[in-house]
């Protein structure tokens, strides 16, 4: 079975730059395609970005050109990350990993704050 554990939130200033990291465990034979979100205060949650298995990449409007998302798969260990430079207050959220392997996995969550 797929586990997703995330690493890397905290507390920034705006226009800092964090490295959120979501190790997956178990089958990750299975992850057709991984991506992050994020839900803020009284929001819904919202797709950030997406990277297939062949490395597509695809990018929210919201975070173009500031964000990047990479995979890393190394014998038996898939990492994903997302690179987040010049951050702004609006994106203050909990971060979640994803994976679409059979079934869509979750991660627990990890917090980003940025302080304006």
């Known amino acids: 079975q797929l586990q997703l554990v995330e690493s890397g939130g905290g507390l920034v200033q705006a226009g800092g730059s964090l490295r959120l990291s979501c190790a997956a465990s178990?089958?990750?034979?299975?992850?057709?395609?991984m991506a992050w979100y994020r839900q803020a205060p009284g929001k819904q949650r919202e797709l950030v970005t997406t990277?297939?298995?062949?490395?597509?990449?695809?990018?929210a409007d919201s975070v173009k050109g500031r964000f990047t998302i990479s995979r890393d798969n190394a014998g038996n260990t898939v990492t994903l990350y997302l690179q987040m430079n010049s951050l702004k207050p609006e994106d203050t959220a909990v971060y979640y990993c994803n994976a679409l392997a059979g079934r869509v996995v979750w991660g627990q969550g990890t917090l980003v704050t940025v302080s304006s």
């Open positions: 990277v297939a298995r062949g490395g597509t990449t695809n990018y």
């Open positions: 178990g089958s990750i034979f299975s992850i057709a395609a």
